[in-house]
């Protein structure tokens, strides 16, 4: 009798072990008995930068989308699920795996909200407009610019072609899923007296909701309140 109890509390720590681990791996607590977790909601978050084919430096916070696409497909598949938010502080990261992230969000047919804490840069910007409303913290900030690229770039003209291509599936993609202006997304995109040595705008809270790239400047519990609404 002694031994089952010695292997049960064996199973419970590796249970509670492999659930730390899950939390300190993906920042999202898939399944847990706390009674203050709401369990019809599917917590995401998306934070530093966003992992896609090549690996990320160890030293470097990265969310891995292959971690994160798995837990939008549960959210999708599980009855239970009513509702998804998602938690964004990004610096960007790889394009194709942002993008791919974001098309898989916004093609999930259950309400999603998504809030911007600290930055939605870059790549964040689709991320965050792929849901069915978004909110933005007052002093976070989101960054746009062009997409680029480091290093040597050969077959110039070809390579030329594929960023302006891959550009476009971006502006598209924000377009198709925000209020704002074509005119206004390209004159931020491309403007010049913002951010030293490159191109592009820092918008900061209440400028994102107001050139209608954001809905709505507010927190967590207005986010909260704003999702159970869309059951």
Known sequence: MGFLDLNNNGENEENQNNEIESLIELGTEKKSNSKN???????????????????????????????????????????????????????????????ALAEMINSIDKPKVSLVLGGGHSIGV??????????????????????????????????FRYFEKMQQRIINFILRTSKVDKKVLMELMYATDEIANDVGTILIGQEAVDCGLIDKVGGFSEAMKKLKTLF
């Open 126 to 159: 689709p991320l965050a407009t792929a849901t069915d409303y978004s909110f933005i913290v007052p002093s976070a900030s989101m960054t746009i610019h062009p997409i680029r690229t480091t290093g040597l770039v050969i077959s110039g003209p070809q390579t």
């Open 37 to 99: 977790i709401p369990k019809d909601i599917q917590f995401l978050t998306i934070i530093g930068e966003i992992e896609g084919h090549t690996v990320s430096p160890p030293q470097k916070k990265a969310t891995k989308y292959e971690h994160i696409i798995p837990l939008l497909i549960s959210a999708m598949e599980d009855p239970n699920i009513k509702g998804i938010f998602i938690i964004l502080n990004t610096i960007g990261g790889d394009v194709e795996a942002g993008l």
